[in-house]
């Protein structure tokens, strides 16, 4: 059996298993939103993935849930979308399964009436297969981009990621949000591995609070704040001179003719 598979029943991260303690923030809420409430964020994260396609080609919205988190100004929503993808031949449109489903997790953060499209993972789903532990097995594997993972490797990351979650009190509310910060806490690792292989100084690359964040997420959610703050915070002006500069002698400065080419 892959190594993965029982690796978040292992961590304490899927339903069922022991549950991790609660995190929120000050004045965070967190709860199942409504559909409607869902509609203006997975319309804006179709419009995101329908970007450059042909008119015929564009995906349609089939069904939609997801939770939303509302921290500040702005309200986090993690969305399950399926979409449906045009058929274009038209030998095999008429066909029950002529569509092609996909099932998407997106991430769109709202602020001042404006959505973000934080992160976007698509992946068609085969209407043939039934079996539900098979569809977690693709589901999963498929997570880490690689056919194959040495089973130590894995086994070392578990343990990494599990110590962070306790530290950090990280808690999710889906399996599939769990599978996602997994998989950026493992891209996360290897770039700090190699950003430490070419540091010739003494600092130290490894697990922050940050390490199940993206880029764009840090740069959103921690870091635009911050410059909105600095943002407000006026430079003092620079105090004019109100002496005359010293005065150069002739031998100082020697006397250059310059010639203009045409």
């Not at 039934?130 to 589901?139: A, G, M, N, P």
């Not at 910060?181 to 190699?194: E, P, T, Y």
Request: aromatic share 8%; with cysteine; hydrophobic share 40%.
């Amino acid at each position: 059996m892959a190594p993965w598979l029982p690796l978040l029943s292992l961590l304490g991260l899927l339903p069922g298993a022991a549950p991790a303690p609660p995190r929120r923030a000050a004045g965070a809420q967190a709860w199942e939103a409504e559909s409607s409430e869902l509609l203006a964020p997975a319309r804006f994260a179709l419009e995101m993935y329908n970007r450059g396609r042909a008119a015929g080609t564009r995906a349609a919205l089939a069904a939609v849930r997801g939770r939303v988190r509302r921290e500040g100004p702005g309200s986090l929503y993690s969305l399950q979308a399926t979409l449906e993808e045009a058929c274009n031949d038209p030998t095999v449109c008429q066909l029950p399964v002529s569509k092609k489903t996909l099932l998407c997790s997106f991430q769109v953060l709202e602020e001042l009436g404006k959505h973000t499209l934080l992160r976007r993972d698509c992946r068609p789903v085969d209407t043939k297969i039934t079996d539900q532990r098979s569809e977690s097995l693709h589901s999963f594997s498929s997570l880490f981009n690689k056919d194959t993972l040495p089973e130590d490797f894995v086994m070392q990351v578990a343990s990494i990621f599990k110590e962070f979650v306790t530290t950090y009190n990280r808690t999710y509310e889906t399996k599939e949000e769990a599978r996602w910060r997994l998989s950026v806490f493992i891209n996360n690792m290897m770039r700090a591995q190699k950003i430490q292989a070419l540091d010739r100084g003494t600092a130290q690359y490894g697990v922050t609070k940050f390490s199940d964040l993206t880029e764009e997420e840090f740069h959103t959610i921690y870091l635009n704040p911050l410059l909105k703050e600095l943002r407000s915070k006026r430079m003092p002006l620079a105090l004019s001179v109100s002496y005359p500069p010293p005065p150069h002698s002739h031998s100082e400065v020697p006397n250059c003719t310059f010639v203009e080419l045409w």
